[in-house]
């Protein structure tokens, strides 16, 4: 088959190959609650020997204050270093005996734990008896946080001489100021010293509730063991945990440049503002826009201006990070000191121009191509399918997120991307972030 | 266009390999083309997406002093246009096309791919065979590009501390092996690198009995073979030049470097020469220390992290790492960050005592069976990525073992004994086989007072 590069013959040809294809246009998504209030979102798929579960909290760094910041982060790593009956070497030994994987993930909204397991019963059942155990009876041992804190003190001040996080650090300051959308997700190294067991022990009550929990099942097992596994991962969980929200983001702010020496041969440039919500009405527009400006590999705007007609970075990229409130628009690269001017000015002019007169219709057709036409490649594995489940699930999405997904793209116009980042980007009013500055700072432009 | 030490990057090394094995192995068909083009198709019918992967037998292990960085250079100028595709147009094509695409280069391969809905697979074999021999590589096009790569250099060299410490060490580890250079290339040979250069280097390589051709996904392999001879089937074969062979002498002592650069942390790297996979059949201390790498580093209770991290907290980060697939000579390396109020040298004690009680008591049936159930389950693992099984066929295909050594290789590790790790723990971690290089953190503020720094070049 082949097609000609119109965008409407594009679109077919995708439906014709999802309809020739055997595997299932969209995975069919089932979803219901747990006798303790838990959400359960589940995909049954018996391909591969093999089943992925993610449990999922309101509890990431957005939960922390601003005087106890890493102690999320700390409950978060601390539940699977002992539980009840299950010392932290039992836990990783047991769960590499079985072949199984227990990872996690910790973000300024989520944390949760996942789990990878073969799915023939006796493995499954007991990968699923560890990770049960480490949600629901976590013991938070002394030991184990004293050596914890000391590990992450050491490396919070080894970041601390890295100018990637150093502009990290700064951008999230300048960009969401005293919301704890700035703090830093693992915290500070004087927050860190301070934090003591029952610290854990009051985050985890407060915030791995039952009610807010969010379990993703995806793989080798039939429905009825899936709401078997969902039962046992949380009917021992902390009671409530419903409502945990984030406070609002102020989302006008000072523009404002900070140059922060240091002794690294490259300038890293951060440029941003607080962007959009993942709930946003404009998420597509904006989701499609900057894919014209700075989120489209190697045929974005910004490359081609920076990186492929000048040579000034191997790297130069922008993104949105839709969150339960608006997570960071940022733009970010890294130049050689004494030509970091001459890179910002010309990011800087890049952008002002998108957000004056948007894309072209030639650059929304090629975005459209690229997105709708790699959905497939969004879900071509078991792994990508869970972490959509967890998404969807976690901010409430329509379970017809990803069958909407292509129409929603699709429909995006030229006036809707230009109106949606002129309401959301204001690019006189950014904070920029240079660490490494050139040492005899040019005169800045603007 | 990223380039990837996958050699050099610890974290991959004990588990990737570990996975390298085919328990419920689907089929793999192949088939070579009268021009000497080596073509391999997967079928994976699970989602209507396919990859294609082409795999050139080049990589830093080939080039000369002088050019080092050229393969990798090359790479990037694969996008910049050929006779009959302007520069740029490979990649708007692709992505109006629905699909992803980079490359990476090693020290022994550069490798190309794309992943788009199976439909678009006869244009990603267009645009390829078309780089594959029509390259139009331009002077101008060369003098911005190789500033790319310098940026790519400081970014992830010589301003990454731990970079730096691997590459230098590398340098003094290998004294007579081109696996001395480092991929990305010295920055004073990217500074003298020319247009010519890369065009030497593309007329020498870049040929179709030098590249394998990997398909994997939702395709029909019948359909694959006759797209293969239609669009790489034209390409004439190139002249292969006779490669040198490259040893290394057995090292005579042990090597100690320090590198100063900022940072906080000091950081310890003790790397010992080790035996690559050449006979996957006859060989078995590359199996024996695979699967001693899982045993000292293979999950979060293994010895290392156990001993080291958990109870004598003599450091906060600990690792060990080998990777027997390699053209050129392997290495099995340790490195770790001292915990706060411990030294290098307290580190080393450490890592030393723990080497000592391998060679001196072996190692316990449960700790081997525990690796070996992780490769088994690896091997299922594996099937949940298209892309990952390509990249397998491709790498060992490369570096010359071939694809049909997976399932070989998954019986051999499934085969070693406690004995055969204990002895091959006892004849590699010898002090005159040891190459170690120590992190020496220097303050940010202040007077730079780290030296030979790759940004100490300017540019113009």
């Known amino acids: ?446 | 266009m990223q380039i990837k030490w996958f050699k050099n990057s610890a974290a991959l090394a004990a588990f990737t390999t570990l996975l390298l094995s085919a328990a419920v192995h689907a089929e793999v068909f192949e088939k070579t083309l009268v021009n000497g083009l080596k073509v391999i198709v997967k079928e994976d019918h699970r989602a209507p997406v396919v990859v294609q992967q082409v795999w050139y037998r080049a990589g830093s292990i080939d080039e000369r002093t002088g050019t080092t960085g050229v393969a990798h250079m090359l790479e990037h100028m694969m996008f910049k246009g050929t006779k009959s595709v302007p520069a740029g147009e490979f990649s708007k094509r692709i992505a109006a096309a629905g699909g992803r695409e980079n490359a990476f280069t090693n020290e022994d391969y550069t490798a190309y791919f794309q992943q788009l809905q199976t439909s678009k697979l006869p244009l990603a074999m267009q645009l390829e065979s078309d780089r594959m021999h029509n390259l139009n590589l331009s002077d101008a096009e060369f003098s911005k590009e190789v500033k790319v790569v310098m940026e790519e250099r400081r970014m992830r060299t010589d301003d990454e501390p731990h970079s730096l410490l691997n590459e230098k060490l590398m340098a003094v580890a290998f004294q007579e092996h081109p696996y001395q250079h480092p991929v990305i290339g010295w920055m004073n040979d990217l500074l003298s690198l020319t247009a010519g250069d890369a065009r030497e280097w593309y007329k020498t390589w870049y040929a179709p009995n030098n590249a394998t051709l990997v398909v994997a996904g939702d395709v029909k392999t019948a359909e694959v073979f006759k797209l293969a001879q239609r669009y790489y089937g034209p390409i004439p074969a190139g002249k292969l030049p006779v490669r040198k062979p490259h040893n290394e002498a057995p090292q005579t002592g042990i090597k100690r470097i320090v590198v100063k650069a900022p940072a906080e942390l000091p950081y310890l790297l003790m790397a010992y020469h080790a035996p690559e996979l050449r006979n996957p059949q006859q060989d078995w201390k590359p199996y024996a220390l695979e699967v001693l790498a899982g045993i000292l580093d293979g999950n979060e209770s293994a010895r290392l992290n156990k001993s080291l991290v958990r109870e004598q907290q003599l450091a906060s980060d600990i690792s060990a790492s080998y990777d027997p697939t390699s053209r050129g000579p392997s290495m099995f390396t340790l490195d770790g960050t001292p915990s706060s109020g411990k030294t290098v040298a307290d580190l080393e004690a450490g890592l030393r005592q723990q080497i000592a009680q391998l060679v001196n008591d072996g190692v316990s049936e449960d700790e081997l069976k525990r690796v070996k159930v992780q490769v088994t389950a690896g091997e299922v693992y594996k099937r949940d990525s298209v892309f990952y099984q390509a990249m397998q066929i491709g790498q060992l295909e490369s570096i010359g073992l071939g694809y049909k050594a997976i399932p070989v290789m998954l019986q051999k590790l499934q085969e070693v004994t406690a004995q055969q790790v204990q002895d091959v723990a006892r004849e590699i971690f010898q002090d005159d086989n040891l190459s170690i290089a120590v992190l020496d953190p220097q303050p940010i503020s202040g007077e730079r007072k780290h030296a030979n720094m790759g940004g100490s070049h300017d540019l113009r």
């Open chain 1, 1 to 446: 088959m082949t097609c000609a590069k119109t965008l409407s013959v594009a679109l077919w040809c995708f439906g014709m190959a999802l309809v020739s294809g055997n595997a299932s246009a969209t995975p069919h998504i089932q979803n219901w609650q747990t006798a303790v209030g838990a959400r359960v979102l589940f995909v049954e798929d018996h391909d591969l020997p093999m089943l992925d579960v993610a449990v999922d909290f309101a509890a990431g760094s957005a939960f922390d204050t601003a005087e106890q910041s890493g102690v999320a982060g700390m409950t978060h790593g601390l539940l699977d270093l002992g539980s009840e009956g299950l010392s932290e070497d039992d836990i990783s030994r047991n769960t590499a005996d079985i072949g199984a994987q227990l990872g996690g993930r910790f973000e300024p909204d989520r944390a949760g734990i996942s789990l990878r397991t073969l799915s023939s019963p006796t493995e499954r059942n007991h990968a699923i008896d560890i990770m049960a155990r480490v949600l629901q009876h976590p013991l938070f041992p002394d030991a184990v946080l004293a050596r914890e804190k000391s590990r992450l003190i050491a490396s919070l001040k080894e970041a601390e001489t890295k100018p990637e996080s150093i502009a990290d650090k700064a951008f999230n300051k300048a960009v969401f100021g005293t919301h704890p959308y700035g703090f830093k997700s693992s915290g500070e190294v004087d927050t860190v010293e301070k934090i003591q067991r029952a610290d854990l022990e009051a985050f985890y009550r407060a915030h791995y509730g039952a009610k807010g929990a969010v379990v993703a099942i995806m793989g080798d097992v039939t429905r009825a063991e899936a709401e078997a596994i969902a039962q046992q991962l949380t009917d021992h969980l902390p009671p409530g945990g419903a409502s945990a929200t984030v406070p609002p983001v102020s989302m006008q702010i000072q523009p404002s440049e900070q140059r922060i020496a240091h002794p690294a041969t490259q300038s890293h440039i951060l440029i941003g503002v607080p962007g959009m919500a993942r709930n946003d009405p404009d998420y597509f527009p904006l989701y499609v826009g900057n894919y014209v400006l700075g989120g489209g590999g190697f045929v974005s705007r910004l490359m081609n201006e920076v990186r492929e007609k000048r040579g000034l970075a191997y790297s130069v990229y922008s993104y949105f990070m839709p969150m339960q409130q608006p997570g960071a628009y940022q733009i970010g690269l890294q130049t050689k000191k004494d030509q970091a001017d001459e890179a910002l000015q010309l990011t800087r002019t890049t952008l002002h121009e998108f957000i004056a007169k948007g894309p072209t219709e030639k650059e929304l057709i090629a975005a459209k191509q690229n997105i709708i036409g790699g959905f497939p490649m969004r879900i071509d594995s078991n792994k990508k399918i869970i972490d959509y489940l967890s998404v969807i699930g976690f901010y409430n999405l329509p379970l017809t997120y990803l069958d909407d997904f292509v129409g929603k793209v699709d429909k995006v116009t030229v006036a809707q991307i230009r109106d949606a980042f002129k309401r959301h980007v204001n690019p006189d009013a950014m904070a920029t972030i240079i660490v490494g500055a050139p040492e005899h700072p040019v005169e800045n432009g603007k």
